[in-house]
């Protein structure tokens, strides 16, 4: 899948039709825009049609630029029954559409750029860039709301296919949409699918095969001559109005749905964040008390068998006590080895948010923690991308742009590196396992009420301060009904997120990890050859003891920690595996055994406190969560808002993690 910044040069159907018909994934096949609002099922359309696991979501600003992916057809399938071709025409030889999400959006009436990019394909660009066919994605339990950007679809010549999603809680609701009356009344064709159970797939494909190669639609006219805007909108409500009348019909009196009876408690101001805090913690409770065997498996694997095999087939090639077995060794297989780990526990965590995303809680989530950020005046629609990052800082950083005003998309934009993203987690589970046993899931949970704490805190400076004139708006959110979520679903979004941590480390760790081995095997001091030097006498340690004095106020200024902290810096996984490999290659002192990892750390921590360890690893914590995020992540904000914004966020990031490490340390070691 290719995102999209700019409008794509996309090719009319006489190209598609008559021109040469390219391979599959190349430009030349034709076009097809899936619009639609949010939360309407149209990202899980997009998946479904071209193979893709885009990340979906219940909030808007899941997609804000254009995802683009092939629509693959059966071998023999025909495209083109045109009449001038006699059915036998060049098209006929295509076997896709180039499928294009574009970002959720009510109308084409922007307020915010990821709406004015939605707007600008469809509606500014030449005639000759303009998609071939429009799928709108359709709400049948909110027709006449989602049918707004189908009748300004229909006043241009588009040609327009409605894909009417949701039919089954529109009939909880004693709503029926006739499908056909309802065709006929818009003026476009009509097909009732479920893209999460994949009902109605076929009959989407056929009805936009047939739509591709006829003419242009004449635009929608009205019946009388809007003499202002205001005349033009009453007159389009009429006609959505009508287009309802006769494609709906209600069955007996109104009743209150399910998710209206559910959401009297779970967005209520007082017992809505009480759930939502008590969903949180039972989240992480059960993610480190089930996952907790598994890991150590999986430790014991690489740390015993994994790393005796490596030893046994170098030492039978010659190289056994080489800088290879190092290499090998104590850094790949002891560093990428001690992240892998966390595989179980990533992989759980990732299923219990998919559950709860397609279940529809986690809107009620965003409502529920909008309220207070209203309080403290920050725009609520800020909470938005905010959710995002404690998936990933980086797509967060990008949604961002649902924002209208460019002075919150830089306030959230500076947020956002305060938000706990899941490779934080990696590390707040490790030491939670470590030093607080059975309460590791509670203290994963006050972690990211911390992370909250943060970005309330920051925010809150900066709104009383750089931000003082800005307004805040409120939250307008179309929350989805409550569904029962689909092991399909849940397992293809939970692959996608599993799948990009394993990316991380099997790409960047693995980079950092020889990185650091490099360091550790290059000797600082004369008297020592390659590989042969003590940890704490190498180039990688030398840097480190240089920098420890820095973190000696938060009670953890041994070397080891604070080496773990600046290799932090590319990406926050490698803060384990940059221990892991330290602690591997690091001798014990004569008389002392060489103990486990946690052991290890433990020790670390023990000595640099002066026997305070707990509130130098909540310290430690604190300062993990607020300093300065991944590369990848400095890169997101340079292109949203510049270099200058992106230092000032590294620098308020340093400055809030360094202070309130040492306070957290400070009055923490008074009591423990």
């Not at 797939?201 to 809007?226: G, S």
């Not at 005003?405 to 470590?434: E, K, N």
């Not at 670390?604 to 360890?613: I, K, L, Q, Y």
Request: net charge neutral.
């Amino acid at each position: 899948m290719r995102e999209l910044t700019v409008s794509p040069k996309l090719p009319s159907v006489g190209a598609a039709c008559h021109g040469a018909i390219d391979e599959a994934g190349r430009p030349g096949s034709p076009i097809i825009a899936l619009a639609g609002a949010p939360n309407v099922g149209k990202s899980t359309l997009f998946n479904n049609l071209t193979g893709l696991r885009a990340t979906t979501g219940n909030w808007p600003g899941t997609t804000v630029d254009v995802a683009r992916g092939a629509w693959r057809f059966k071998p023999g399938d025909k495209v083109c029954d045109c009449a001038a071709c006699d059915g036998d025409c060049r098209a006929g030889n295509v076997r896709e559409f180039t499928l294009i999400d574009l970002p959720g959006a009510f109308s084409l009436d922007p307020l915010s750029p990821d709406e004015q990019l939605t707007r600008t394909l469809l509606l500014d660009a030449p005639e000759a860039e303009l998609p071939d066919a429009v799928v709108v994605a359709v709400d049948a339990g909110h027709l006449a709301r989602s049918l707004y950007l189908v009748c300004q679809l229909r006043e241009t010549s588009h040609r327009v296919v409605v894909a009417l999603t949701m039919t089954d809680v529109a009939r909880k609701a004693g709503v029926e949409v006739d499908s056909y009356a309802l065709a006929e009344a818009l003026g476009c064709p009509v097909v009732v699918l479920d893209p999460r159970r994949r009902v109605g797939m076929d009959n989407l494909t056929r009805t936009v095969r047939e739509a591709v190669p006829r003419p242009r639609p004449t635009p929608r006219e009205y019946p009388r001559k809007a003499a202002d805007d205001l005349a033009r909108e009453d007159e389009r409500f009429a006609w959505i109005e009508a287009a309802v009348d006769a494609g709906t019909t209600r069955s007996g009196e109104e009743r209150l749905s399910t998710s209206d009876r559910v959401d009297r408690w779970a967005t209520h101001p007082v017992a809505g964040p009480l759930l939502f805090l008590a969903v949180m913690w039972g989240v992480f409770q059960v993610t480190t008390a089930v996952a907790a065997p598994l890991q150590d498996w999986l430790d014991g694997l690489f740390s015993g068998p994994v790393s005796d095999i490596v030893g046994a087939g170098l030492a039978a090639l010659g190289l056994g006590g080489s800088w290879v077995e190092g290499l090998l060794v104590d850094g790949l297989v002891a560093g990428v080895g001690m992240l892998l780990t966390f595989v179980p526990l990533m992989a759980l965590m990732f299923v219990l948010l998919a559950l709860l995303e397609d279940s529809g809680y986690m809107a009620r989530a965003a409502v529920v923690t909008d309220r207070l950020m209203r309080t403290i005046g920050l725009p609520g629609k800020a909470f938005l991308p905010l959710v995002v990052g404690f998936g990933c800082n980086v797509p967060a950083i990008a949604a961002t742009r649902i924002l209208g005003d460019a002075r919150q998309r830089i306030l959230v934009a500076l947020l956002v590196p305060f938000t706990s993203c899941t490779a934080r987690l990696t590390v707040y589970v490790m030491l939670g396992t470590i030093f607080f046993g059975r309460f590791a899931g509670t203290a994963v949970f006050l972690m990211y009420l911390a992370s909250i704490v943060a970005v309330i805190g920051v925010g809150l400076l900066l709104r009383k301060t750089l931000w003082r004139t800005m307004g805040s708006e409120p939250l307008v959110l179309d929350l989805p009904p409550y569904q029962v979520p689909t092991a399909r679903l849940t397992a293809a979004v939970a692959w996608n997120r599993l799948e990009g941590f394993l990316r991380t480390a099997s790409g960047i760790i693995v980079v950092t990890v020889c990185a650091v081995w490099l360091l550790q095997a290059i000797p600082a001091k004369p008297g020592a050859g390659f590989n042969e030097v003590p940890v704490q006498d190498s180039a990688y340690g030398v840097a480190a003891q240089a920098v420890a004095p820095v973190f000696a106020p938060a009670g953890f200024g041994q070397w080891q920690t604070a080496s773990a902290l600046v290799v932090g810096f590319v990406a926050k996984e490698a803060v384990i595996s940059s221990w892991a490999q330290t602690y591997a290659v690091d001798e014990p002192l004569e008389g002392e055994s060489a103990g486990s990892f946690g052991e290890a750390v433990t020790a670390s921590f023990v000595a640099s406190s002066g026997g305070h360890p707990l509130p130098a690893v909540a310290a430690f914590l604190w300062f993990l969560m607020a300093y300065t995020p991944c590369v990848a992540t400095l890169a997101a904000q340079r292109r949203e808002v510049g270099w200058r914004w992106t230092l000032f966020g590294v620098a308020i990031g340093l400055a809030v993690a360094w202070l309130g490490a040492v306070g957290i340390f400070q009055l923490g070691r008074l009591f423990w």
